[in-house]
């Protein structure tokens, strides 16, 4: 039996508040606005859309985006999911 990985009560402290400021911005925008933040440490974009609306894979951050700082357009870290994921499965 393999063990899963140990998330520290800090990180998933962090997490659920992260994941109800994306809610509380989402249900503020209108569909297919983004919304996006940049500062000296952290990036957010949200863009609200319906799942039939994603057409290609999403890249984060993304490339020439306005209003990037310096060390989020050049960060190594990228975050890459594939338009699939929002696909159902009984299509």
Not at 4 to 15: C, E, S
Not at 22 to 43: D, Y
């Amino acid at each position: 039996a393999s063990k899963l990985p140990v998330v520290a009560p800090g990180a998933a402290l962090l997490m659920r508040i992260l994941e109800d400021f994306i809610h509380f911005i989402g249900e503020a925008q209108k569909p297919f606005q983004s919304f996006l933040t940049v500062t000296n440490n952290l990036m957010i974009t949200i863009q609200r859309e319906p799942v039939s609306a994603v057409s290609s894979d999403i890249n984060f951050p993304m490339k020439g985006r306005r209003g990037m700082k310096d060390w989020a357009r050049t960060a190594e870290d990228k975050l890459y999911i594939p338009k699939e994921v929002f696909t159902n499965p009984a299509e």
